[in-house]
């Protein structure tokens, strides 16, 4: 069975970075699109970026130019680079595997 533990969210000022991390386990992940999706309060499930296990990567308009998806295939981890956070970007961050989710990690944009 597949499980996911996201981490590395926080409470960041405006303009901040945070690095989250995605440890997946329960079988190769090599061979599978991943990706990150975040749910802000009183807001449904969007999408954020996917890394295709093709070398691929695809981002939302909000996230283009300042979040990097990234891939650790010999370690199952997934990560998401976010530089020049906005307070719209609050919201709680999941990892998606094959429509698996982890439990998400909270980001706070706020000064």
């Known amino acids: 069975q597949v499980q996911l533990v996201e981490s590395g969210g926080g409470l960041v000022q405006p303009g901040g970075s945070l690095r989250l991390s995605c440890a997946a386990s329960?079988?190769?992940?090599?061979?599978?699109?991943m990706g990150w999706y975040r749910q802000a309060p009183g807001k449904g499930r969007e999408f954020v970026a996917i890394?295709?296990?093709?070398?691929?990567?695809l981002y939302s308009d909000s996230a283009k130019g300042r979040f990097t998806i990234s891939r650790d295939n010999a370690t199952n981890t997934l990560y998401l680079q976010m530089n020049s956070l906005k307070p719209e970007g609050t919201a709680v961050y999941y990892c998606?595997?094959?429509?698996?989710w982890g439990q998400g990690t909270q980001v706070t944009v706020s000064s």
């Open positions: 998606d595997v094959l429509r698996y």
């Open positions: 329960g079988r190769t992940f090599s061979d599978v699109n």
């Open positions: 890394s295709g296990y093709l070398g691929t990567t």
